[in-house]
């Protein structure tokens, strides 16, 4: 922290930061922290936003056939970076609208580039490292995803799974993702995926920096016994799970969320009482609930990047009972802001949910206030800025360290 000070010393009070994001078709995590750190830097600095989005239909596909090397978004970064002359680039997601000619510009202009990985995508065409209901972790350490392309992982489809692999190969062949200066990694678990992976990124590159959220804005009301799930209602998320460890219980759920295996929730409810399906709730409403209930149940079988949700709970000082997986491996302490099972096992799920309701007050407010203390410690907005800038100014110090090399 204190180095990070002095370098600041020898920079603008203000940074110029320019901010580049692809906007998905439907709108999701990703286009939400993009907005959240934009918002959250503009408090104090500079901020220019340069956005795009994806399409469906035929300008969708034009898209993913310039996405190796689109001189369309090229030529915008270049304009944006000759009228803001930013100090710093920090790219979100390039992913189809954009594409990877976005680094090259920013360097070849002499510029710092920081880009965060809200999933996996550069490791595998995927991008969740889940396909066909399990974990799909083959392309990790291959020097070219060839059963990933067997099997479609990307929309069902082998020709475009193909089309991904090929651009993502093609710019580590021509050094593209080396020229980043800092990678932003959600989690220390995706720190050590991604640094021991066939992309070959320098472990220093790599740095941990969690998502944030506010803290909730109402008072918090009394808790229920019911536990609460929030998510989409798919496979990955671990919903056969969650409904199998609660069927035939007398724990009472609460499902909120929607997605393919709303009909099957629908059957669960119908044949248990203790299982209730609030539907898809607005973000204000999910806050409320996950203030009012005893835990929140999170059974996901993929590697999450990082649940937005899980920052929510804690914020509002709501335990969490996890699959001992990814992101979520790390995220809660088993015993003190919840309890982890072993991913995918309705049986160990039903055990904690049995653990938890043997608690007395004592010991379950005392884990609602280490699940406080936890985001306090690691999920504000101040800690995020800080992180924020800290990354920014050593991705500056490793760009001049690097020009000056080259000088020499």
């Known amino acids: 922290m204190h180095a990070f000070f002095i370098a600041l010393l020898h920079h603008p009070l203000s940074m110029r930061i320019l901010i580049i994001h692809t906007h998905y078709q439907d709108p999701g995590g990703e286009d939400a922290v993009f907005r959240h750190e934009k918002a959250l830097l503009a408090t104090t600095e500079e901020v220019f936003p340069l956005t795009f989005r994806n399409r469906k239909g035929w300008r969708g596909a034009w898209q993913t056939l310039w996405s190796p090397w689109n001189v369309w978004a090229g030529n ?3 304009r944006a970076i000759r009228n803001y002359r930013p100090d710093i680039v920090h790219i979100h ?8 000619i976005a680094i090259r510009i920013a ?10 990985l809200h999933n996996y995508r550069l490791l595998c065409p995927s991008a969740t ?14 020097a070219f995803p060839w059963k990933a392309v067997r099997l479609g992982v990307h929309s069902h489809s082998v020709v475009k799974t193909w089309w991904l692999a090929a651009t993502t190969w093609l710019h580590k062949r021509l050094g593209t993702w080396l020229m980043v200066d800092r990678y932003i990694v959600l989690t220390v678990f995706a720190r050590q995926l991604l640094a021991g992976s066939a992309l070959g990124l320098p472990a220093e590159k790599l740095a941990v920096k969690p998502n944030f959220v506010m803290p909730p804005d109402t008072a918090v009301p009394s808790r229920g016994k019911h536990f609460l799930f929030v998510g989409r209602l798919s496979p990955e998320k671990g919903v056969e799970v969650l409904l199998d460890a609660f069927a035939g219980t ?4 609460r499902i909120a969320g929607d997605g393919p295996l709303r009909r099957l929730v629908a059957d669960a409810v119908a044949k248990n009482a203790n299982i209730n399906y609030l539907g898809s709730l607005d973000h204000a409403e999910i806050r409320r609930e996950l203030l009012s209930c005893t835990a929140l149940v999170f059974p996901s079988v993929w590697y999450e990047g990082m649940p937005i949700t899980l920052l929510e709970a804690f914020s509002g000082g709501t335990p969490v009972i996890a699959s001992d997986l990814g992101a979520m491996q790390v995220m809660v302490t088993d015993g003190q802001t919840g309890y982890l099972f072993a991913p995918g096992d309705a049986r160990a799920l039903r055990e904690k949910v ?10 379950r407010a005392y884990m609602e206030g280490q699940a406080r203390e936890e ?5 504000t907005a101040a800690k995020n800025r800080t992180q924020l800038l800290e990354i920014y100014v050593s991705a500056m110090q490793s760009a001049k360290k690097k020009k000056l090399q080259h000088q020499a």
Request: net charge positive; aromatic share 12%; proline share 6%.
């Open 76 to 78: 915008r970064v270049k």
């Open 93 to 100: 997601n390039l992913h189809y609208a954009i594409g990877p």
């Open 107 to 116: 360097k070849r202009c002499g510029l710092p580039v920081v880009m965060t």
């Open 129 to 142: 490292l889940f396909h066909n209901g399990r974990l799909f972790t083959d392309s990790v350490h291959a």
């Open 250 to 253: 007398d724990c009472p759920l």
């Open 354 to 363: 049995y653990q938890w309701t043997q608690l007395d007050a004592a010991g």
């Open 375 to 379: 985001y306090e410690r690691h999920y």
